[in-house]
């Protein structure tokens, strides 16, 4: 009878379970909103041909390279800046509209709305790229050649369709006789791609001098992919709501050296090499559920599999199971837990002579649940050697989630604008985790709301361009970002936008922004 009484209890146990599962499989998800397409018979589209494309490619020749820190072509850079102010100027002539050089060669414009209680956002980008070897490449990196509907070129992607984009999006808002209710700024750092301590830095700083406090700040950062989550229905659009941190240790061993042929048990070297083997042996553990990567899985819900589906309405179940398959790509893996990658080591200076030092350099990049010093923990329980010696070289804490919820103005601005641009492939648009660094860190006491997007569409053949050989954008999404800039601003005037407003409506948004 006992044994009776636990069958039953064991299947009425599962099929709860199992219940539980199928409902949250069948009604679990996060709903996209529905949207008035974005259309080049409106009439406020915004039109690449002409100066827009001229613009762009003109822009992509300025070899405004970050060689590393100390080392960059300033004097381009300087032109650069030049070229972006000369060369658009009703915006340089709208008196509500300043422009200021910070640190020189870094640009601040602040865009005065009609409506002083609404609170400001700022739209960021960098004018700097990283360096390009012409080495393969099909077109010179700065010519900026127009091939098969696409612009090749450093910085197509990374990032100046951003720089121009924005730019010729609020030049179009002045040509139609607007301006907008909600004020905004608007940050081109110089040196963001090493680190930004001279451009956006101290653009933080100037603007938390004069007290400015944000509703949100949109940064480059992820983009919309295409086919590049399995199974699913629709292209998804990734919005970085957190971005992951990095460490850089340095571990050192120094001990007896000598003659090679008398060691003693242990060397210098074989001490790191085991340290360093059992931190390779010994990920961090992963974090699924804990920050956004567990967010992008349950907005997607609606347009994977049923399997996947199941998978991804129910984390606080398989979460162990997904986090498995995911830990068997680096590239899937570096989502759930911070990663360890053994960058440098150093040691020896001859054939017969045992060293007695050596150093090896560790990068960590920290997932945002986690903390510089957990991570430095973590190391050291791992490695429990004392005669290795943990040095903290560089470190930078993971940035928050920020707010991704139906009452986020950032977001559902972003989530909304995307959705219009792209109307056409009905994107999916999901949070999720920045693995890279940007600007973004020098904001952040400006404001809780930092999301890091780029408007590109990209498949899965894309991604080795950036910082890579045959960097391109086609015109087309070039055409796109325009446009997607100038929905940001208008979208950003009407608030949360619960019924997204038509394009008639964006048109004349209200007669008090009207008027220069």
Request: charge should be negative; proline fraction near 6%; charged fraction near 20%.
């Amino acid at each position: 009878m006992k044994s009776n009484k636990g069958v039953i209890a064991f299947f009425t146990v599962l099929v709860s379970l199992l219940t539980v599962i199928l409902i949250r499989t069948l009604t679990y998800g996060v709903k996209q909103p529905a949207v008035t397409a974005c259309k080049p018979s409106d009439l406020d589209f915004i039109s690449v041909q002409g100066k827009p494309l001229a613009r762009f490619q003109e822009a992509l020749r300025f070899r405004s390279i970050s060689w590393g820190h100390g080392n960059q072509e300033l004097d381009t850079l300087q032109k650069f800046g030049e070229y972006l102010i000369q060369e658009f100027p009703r915006i340089k002539a709208a008196p509500f509209i300043q422009t200021e050089k910070v640190s020189n060669y870094s640009l601040l414009y602040t865009v005065t709305g009609t409506d002083p209680s609404l609170q400001p956002y700022l739209l960021a980008a960098h004018l700097d790229v990283v360096p390009a070897p012409t080495d393969n490449w099909q077109h010179d990196p700065f010519d900026a050649t127009i091939d098969d509907g696409f612009v090749y070129g450093r910085g197509a992607l990374d990032d100046k369709h951003v720089v121009l984009g924005v730019l010729e999006a609020l030049d179009f808002m002045i040509s139609i006789g607007k301006r907008p209710k909600r004020s905004f700024y608007i940050a081109y750092g110089h040196d963001e791609e090493i680190n930004g301590y001279k451009g956006a830095k101290v653009i933080g700083e100037l603007l938390e001098s004069r007290g400015v406090t944000l509703a949100y700040v949109l940064d480059e950062g992820l983009i919309i992919t295409d086919g590049i989550m399995p199974g699913a229905r629709t292209p998804i659009a990734l919005v970085g709501t957190s971005e992951k941190g990095w460490l850089t240790l340095k571990l050192s061993v120094n001990v007896t050296g000598g003659h090679s042929s008398m060691p003693e048990r242990e060397s210098s070297i074989g001490i790191l090499a085991n340290a360093v083997t059992k931190l390779e042996n010994n990920p961090h553990p992963h974090q699924l559920g804990t920050g956004d990567e567990a967010a992008t899985f349950e907005h997607a819900v609606n347009v994977v599999p049923f399997a996947l589906r199941m998978f991804f309405a129910n984390q606080w179940l398989f979460s162990p199971i997904i986090s498995r398959v995911m830990a068997s790509k680096p590239s899937t893996n570096a989502l759930i837990r911070t990663t360890t990658a053994i960058t440098m080591f150093n040691a020896g200076v001859k054939e017969n002579v045992i060293s007695p030092y050596a150093e090896a350099i560790v990068n960590h990049r920290i997932h945002p649940s986690e903390s510089v010093q957990q991570v430095v923990d973590f190391d050291t329980a791992i490695i429990n050697d004392p005669r290795v010696k943990i040095d903290v070289l560089q470190a930078h804490e993971p940035a928050p989630p920020s707010p991704h919820d139906e009452d986020s103005l950032g977001y559902q601005v972003i989530k909304t604008s995307i959705r219009q641009v792209w109307a056409e492939k009905n994107p999916t648009v999901v949070p999720a985790i920045m693995l890279a660094n940007t600007d973004t860190r020098w904001y952040s006491k400006l404001t809780k709301s930092i999301y890091r997007f780029a408007p590109t569409y990209a498949y899965p053949e894309d991604l080795g361009r950036y910082h890579g050989v045959n960097e391109r954008l086609s015109i087309k999404n070039y055409e796109q970002a325009m446009n997607f800039f100038y929905h940001i601003m208008m979208n950003s005037d009407i608030g949360i936008l619960e019924k997204p407003a038509s394009h008639k409506e964006l048109y004349y948004i209200a007669s008090a922004c009207s008027g220069i």
